[in-house]
């Protein structure tokens, strides 16, 4: 494993098909998108980060409802989190409210001038869901 000087912030949009990830740069001022996964892919993904640039935190996206009380998937995200944390022991791990995420990360790939076809490109909501949730994390922290 590298020592970087650096290590990054790594976001999670777990969903039931798919799980968006993104990281943030180096010097942790803006994320950019990582990948879109089944669960092993996303394992293996981590696992590649760590080894190359290092990861200080993940935070997971955390579905809360509409008034900010714990919904069916608040269940699923909790277990997720306790496999993440025996898969990679000792490396923090945060939930962040995820609330409205892939709204608005289904207005920026609109209002980013691509196509409605390559907009609905499976995963492309999922890893920029990650990328909203991992910047607004970044945005709250500075």
Same mark, same amino acid.
């Given at each position: 494993?590298?020592?970087?000087?650096?290590?990054?912030?790594? /976001?999670?949009?777990?969903?039931?098909?798919?799980?968006?990830?993104? =990281?943030?740069?180096?010097?942790?001022?803006? /994320?950019?998108?990582?990948?879109?996964?089944?669960?092993?892919?996303?394992? /293996?993904?981590?696992?590649?980060?760590?080894?190359?640039?290092?990861?200080?935190?993940?935070? %997971?996206?955390?579905?809360?409802?509409?008034?900010?009380?714990?919904?069916?998937?608040?269940? %699923?995200?909790?277990?997720?989190?306790?496999?993440?944390?025996?898969?990679?022991?000792?490396?923090?791990?945060?939930?962040?409210?995820?609330?409205?995420?892939?709204?608005? /990360?289904?207005?920026?790939?609109?209002?980013?001038?691509?196509?409605?076809? =390559?907009?609905?490109? =499976?995963?492309?909501?999922?890893?920029?869901?990650?990328?909203?949730?991992?910047?607004?994390?970044?945005?709250?922290?500075?």
């Amino acid at each position: 494993m590298t020592s970087p000087s650096y290590k990054r912030l790594v /976001a999670i949009d777990f969903g039931t098909r798919r799980i968006g990830l993104a =990281k943030s740069d180096p010097l942790g001022i803006f /994320a950019q998108p990582a990948g879109t996964f089944e669960i092993e892919g996303l394992y /293996a993904a981590l696992e590649r980060i760590i080894r190359e640039d290092g990861i200080d935190r993940l935070i %997971v996206g955390y579905p809360l409802s509409d008034r900010g009380e714990a919904n069916r998937m608040t269940g %699923v995200i909790d277990r997720f989190v306790e496999e993440l944390g025996a898969r990679f022991p000792g490396l923090p791990i945060e939930t962040v409210d995820e609330h409205r995420s892939s709204r608005e /990360a289904r207005q920026i790939l609109a209002s980013s001038g691509e196509s409605r076809k =390559k907009r609905c490109v =499976k995963g492309r909501v999922d890893t920029a869901a990650a990328c909203v949730i991992l910047q607004s994390y970044l945005d709250a922290a500075r």
